[in-house]
């Protein structure tokens, strides 16, 4: 995916949680251990709803901030996410798919921390402010939800 604006980062980030739901929900149908299956189901909601949530932020966004140019900033932290083939989830342990869900997210996180630092237009600085808030507050409840599943 070309990334030239902020808009399209926000289509690359909803492909993420997108790509995350579909190889989690085919990973908990593939999985012979009924706790990973939990978990991958959970993380497949969870990444679903993600992927509408972003949608709505688009979609109620200030398309000035999502207009905005961003090509260089995003070329300097790129995220190498495995999107295409078979997952890793499917031979993973449910700590494992924790640690690797979390970092998925870690870097999602990250790329819009480096983006609202490097921006200097006050519409862009709200707009990464309140994805990045989203963002964060998602991978809290997610990681505090993976480890109730992980408990029971």
């Not at 991958?40 to 679903?48: F, G, K, V």
């Not at 509408?52 to 932020?57: L, P, S, T």
């Not at 989203?134 to 109730?148: G, H, I, S, T």
Request: aromatic fraction near 8%; include cysteine; charge should be negative.
């Amino acid at each position: 995916m070309q990334i030239e604006t902020l808009y399209d980062v926000m289509q690359w980030t909803k492909n993420i949680h997108q790509q995350l739901h579909v190889f989690a929900a085919h990973c908990a149908l593939e999985n012979d251990s009924e706790r990973s299956e939990l978990l991958l189901e959970y993380i497949s909601s969870h990444e679903q709803k993600m992927a509408r949530v972003i949608r709505q932020f688009e979609d109620n966004s200030n398309s000035n901030a999502l207009n905005t140019y961003c090509r260089h900033f995003y070329e300097k932290t790129a995220i190498p996410i495995h999107l295409t083939g078979e997952h890793p989830f499917e031979k993973m342990d449910t700590d494992e798919i924790a640690i690797a869900t979390l970092e998925y997210h870690k870097n999602i996180v990250g790329l819009f921390e480096y983006l609202q630092n490097c921006s200097s237009a006050p519409s862009v600085t709200e707009f990464l402010s309140n994805i990045l808030s989203l963002e964060e507050a998602e991978k809290r409840l997610l990681a505090r939800n993976m480890k109730q599943i992980d408990d029971l």
